[in-house]
C-alpha cells in the first residue's frame, strides 16, 4: 500500500493556474502508475490524467488536453498536476491516486488513494 496526499489546490481566477502535487510514501513509488481524478458537486468522479511508472506514457481526458499536464519526479516520490487556463468546470475535488498497472482511465484500475484537495475557479 501507498500513501498519498495532495497539495497545492486553492481559489484561482477564470483563466488562472495551479499546480497540484501528489506526495507518495509507503511503498516504492517508482512501481506505481500514477492518476489523477476529479469530482464536482452533484457529479460522478471522472479520470483528468495518468502517467506510468517511468513517466514516459500519459493520457488525458479531452476536457483537459492541451491544458494540463501530469508530471512525476520519482526522486522526490511526487506526482504534479500543472493546471493552466482554468475553466469554471474544472471546480471539484481533485485526488490523485496508484496503480500497479499501466495508466487507465478507469478509477476501478487504482488501488490508492489521496483524500483530495479542493479546486476552486472564480469567474
Known amino acids: 500500500q501507498v500513501q498519498l496526499v495532495e497539495s497545492g489546490g486553492g481559489l484561482v481566477q477564470l483563466g488562472g493556474s495551479l499546480r497540484l502535487s501528489c506526495a507518495a510514501s509507503?511503498?516504492?513509488?517508482?512501481?506505481?502508475?500514477m492518476g489523477w481524478f476529479r469530482q464536482a458537486p452533484g457529479k460522478e468522479r471522472e479520470f483528468v490524467a495518468a502517467i506510468s511508472w517511468r513517466g514516459g506514457s500519459t493520457t488525458y481526458a479531452d476536457s483537459v488536453k492541451g491544458r494540463f499536464t501530469i508530471s512525476r519526479d520519482n526522486a522526490k516520490n511526487t506526482a504534479y498536476l500543472q493546471m493552466n487556463t482554468l475553466k469554471l468546470e474544472d471546480t471539484a475535488v481533485y485526488s490523485c491516486?496508484?496503480?500497479?498497472?499501466?495508466?487507465?482511465?478507469?478509477?476501478?484500475?487504482?488501488?490508492?488513494w489521496g483524500q483530495g484537495t479542493q479546486v476552486t475557479v472564480s469567474a
Open positions: 509507503g511503498r516504492p513509488f517508482q512501481r506505481y502508475t
Open positions: 491516486a496508484a496503480s500497479t498497472g499501466r495508466p487507465s482511465v478507469l478509477s476501478a484500475e487504482y488501488t490508492d
